[in-house]
């Protein structure tokens, strides 16, 4: 799916990742599941371009559904893979992420996203090697990601702003599409370490200069961050 020139959203309302196209490279911000490879290669094909044409991969935090692929492209074509040092530990898989309450669920959704995992799962290789970055950096990739630190899902999740563009994933820091109910309501996503913390980073959102926001898990929202935001808070 395009979403603007140059930004391409791979994967689907389950689980997604953003590709941006420019004439010095590609950039990744998340990498899904290990079998988006797969989607991956298929959309760089359509594209004219390839794998080695991957500058960078900027990771919105380290579960497993958003690394999916990122240690696969760094070991073979030595593409750097960035993320929050607060979330460095858990992207190489030095320390786990923290039990969290199990959330609410219904068949369906919950069945829908456990065979996405299963069709594009695998095992999920660990990114040995990384790169940390903090709130406020300006990366050296194609679209010039920004980092926003949006602590809360995870310590080091953070918002990557695509100024040119004026698109900004946002990963788990909020969902339109709970993986375990298929509420399509805004809202926190499920999994979430500190909801109090994820619930103030949203101000950190809303006052980005955006026209799209994209999830890591449902639908792209087509508007303001902050109109977002206060879906979420009404």
Sequence with gaps: MQLAPGIHRLGDD???????????????????LPGHRRDLRRALRALGRSEADVCGIVLTHGDVDHIGFAEALRRDHGVPVYVHGADAARTRGDEAAPSTATPPWRPGAALGFIATMLTKGGRTRRVAQVRTVVDGDVLPLPGAP???????????????????HRVVAVGDALTTRHVLTGDEQPQLAPFTDDPAAAAASLDRLAALDADVVVPGHGTVGRGTPRALVEAIRA
């Design 14 to 32: 389950r689980v997604a990742f953003l590709l941006v196209v420019a004439d010095d490279g590609l950039t990744l911000v998340d990498a899904g």
């Design 146 to 164: 920004t980092i926003v630190a949006m602590p809360g899902h995870s310590p080091g999740s953070i918002a990557v702003l695509l100024p040119e």
